[in-house]
């Protein structure tokens, strides 16, 4: 069993910036993807930003040249956020796949204030 957990959500104005983490309990590299959705209020939940283990990225265009995914050589995910703007206010749920396997965390809430 794969554990994921979030942190670094928070209340942050428009035009401010979070860093969320993602501690995993393996290899972030051991996952064929790694990432970030995140769900608004009432909506359903959207890729953010995800990494294959390769490192190629992939970005919704909603957040393209504001948010950053990244990883360290162990068992953390980031995602570098810039630019918040209220629409951004949701929660962002970590995310590993395999071939036959999906995991998620359970959330971290941001919010941002116009």
């Known amino acids: 069993q794969v554990q994921l957990v979030e942190s670094g959500g928070g209340l942050v104005q428009a035009g401010g910036s979070l860093r969320l983490s993602c501690a995993t309990s393996r290899s972030t590299h051991s996952f064929n993807t790694i990432g970030w959705y995140r769900q608004a209020p009432g909506k359903q939940r959207d890729l953010v930003a995800t990494?294959?283990?390769?490192?190629?990225t992939n970005y919704a265009d909603s957040v393209k040249g504001r948010f950053t995914i990244s990883r360290d050589n162990a068992k953390t995910v980031y995602l570098q956020m810039n630019s918040l703007n209220p629409e951004d206010t949701a929660v962002y749920y970590c995310?590993?796949?395999?071939?036959?396997?999906?995991?998620w965390g359970r959330g971290t809430q941001v919010t941002v204030s116009s």
């Open positions: 990494m294959t283990s390769g490192g190629n």
């Open positions: 995310t590993a796949r395999g071939p036959a396997y999906i995991y």
